[in-house]
Every structure is written in structure tokens, then in C-alpha cells.
């Protein structure tokens, strides 16, 4: 599991990547034996992490952002961590300008890994959209969508905590459609469904 870990470093409040682990058995039967937490990138601020669910040449993936960019690294042994390459940056104008992030693990299908990403534009509305990364290089980038999927709209969405927020953390495929669960205005648990075919570039 990847989170947002809080702290101080040198003196100074640091949010950064946190990762655990805990057995499925554990979880089901709600025994929150948790095991060693670990820092991906000490005392650097950072936040919205994701793990791809399979490995590439050995190597585990991340996804994880250094504002406002989308970034990649890569590890061995999930402690540490190297690779650290550019991904995906804001867009010059429009809804995802002012910083990108990932909102879930990607997910595999046909056409590539398809991940859910929030953009932030500079009056800080959140809303989601869609990239599609190349199935064996997931720093490849070949489809990001010019519109967002999913954009604040409704008063659960507009006003709240965190006002002019959909935030997804993690999504679910099930046949061809899509469940992106997210949270509107920091306040309330939603859900969106989207068939497949919405989601992808049209052909």
C-alpha cells in the first residue's frame, strides 16, 4: 500500500511516500498486522504514489509525483528506489495546467495500461482524466486525454472540505466497464461508471 506519510525532517514539516504491506488473509479478517513502513524518498516532499500490480524486467514501478510533474521510479526490493525519470508534466492551458497526478493503479488491458490521472487547473478545481501508457514501457505515453473525464459539477462535488474536488484513488474493471470511486470535495464517497470504450482514443 502506498500513502501519504506526515512528519518532520530537519526541523521542517515534510509530507512524503509511505509504503506498507499486510497479508490478504490478515485483511479480510480485519487483523491490521501491518508490516515495515518504509520511506520511498526521505524527507522529500512528495505524494500521490502508485505501484503497477506486476513488475517490468524484475523491477517494480511507481508512479509518484514531484509537483507538478508525474513521475517514474523503479526498485528491486521496494526500499530502494532509482530510475527517476519525467513522465507526464502539466498541460500549457486548460483543466490539468497547474499539476498532474495519479489517481489509482494503472490497469492493464488490450490496448496498453490504462491509468486514471487528476489535473489541477490555477483556480485549483481537481477533476480526472484518462492516459494510456505502452504495455512494456510504462514511461511511454501514448494516448492522454485533451478533456477530463470527470469534473466537479455537482453540489457534493463544488462545495465541501476541500471545495471544486473529484479525487479517485483507485478504479475497478469489471467485463468493459469502468469503476472509478473517488471523493467529491474531500467530503463525500462517490462513484463514477464509464464503458471501456469511452475511455480510449477512438480508432
Known amino acids: 500500500m502506498a500513502y501519504t506519510a506526515f512528519g518532520i525532517h530537519s526541523q521542517h514539516s515534510v509530507y512524503q511516500i509511505g509504503l506498507t504491506s499486510i497479508?490478504?488473509?490478515?485483511?479480510?479478517?480485519?487483523?491490521?498486522?501491518?508490516?515495515?513502513?518504509?520511506?520511498a524518498f526521505p524527507g522529500i516532499h512528495n505524494k500521490d504514489a502508485v505501484l503497477f500490480p506486476e513488475k517490468f524486467k524484475g523491477e517494480y514501478v511507481m508512479f509518484h509525483r514531484l509537483e507538478p510533474?508525474?513521475?517514474?521510479?523503479?526498485?528491486?526490493?521496494?526500499?530502494?528506489?532509482?530510475g527517476l525519470k519525467f513522465v507526464l508534466g502539466p498541460a500549457e492551458k486548460g483543466w490539468d495546467s497547474w499539476k498532474v497526478g495519479a489517481a489509482g493503479p494503472p490497469i492493464l488491458i488490450n490496448e496498453g495500461w490504462l491509468m486514471i490521472y487528476?489535473?489541477?487547473?490555477?483556480?485549483?478545481?481537481?477533476?480526472?482524466?484518462?492516459?494510456?501508457?505502452?504495455?512494456?514501457?510504462?514511461?511511454e505515453v501514448i494516448y492522454r486525454s485533451k478533456e477530463p473525464i470527470l469534473t466537479p459539477t455537482e453540489p457534493y462535488?463544488?462545495?465541501?472540505?476541500?471545495?471544486?474536488?473529484?479525487?479517485?484513488?483507485?478504479?475497478v474493471l469489471r467485463d468493459d466497464h469502468l469503476l472509478i470511486y473517488y471523493g467529491g470535495a474531500d467530503t463525500s464517497l462517490c462513484v463514477a461508471?464509464?464503458?471501456?470504450?469511452e475511455l480510449l482514443p477512438k480508432k
Open 69 to 82: 510533474d508525474l513521475c517514474i521510479a523503479r526498485s528491486d526490493d521496494l526500499k530502494r528506489w532509482f
Open 157 to 171: 462535488e463544488l462545495f465541501g472540505k476541500v471545495p471544486n474536488v473529484v479525487f479517485s484513488c483507485g478504479q
Open 23 to 39: 497479508r490478504v488473509d490478515d485483511f479480510l479478517a480485519r487483523r491490521w498486522r501491518w508490516g515495515e513502513r518504509l520511506l
Open 193 to 197: 461508471t464509464y464503458e471501456l470504450s
Open 118 to 139: 487528476h489535473g489541477v487547473n490555477p483556480d485549483k478545481v481537481y477533476s480526472l482524466g484518462v492516459v494510456l501508457l505502452d504495455k512494456n514501457n510504462p514511461e
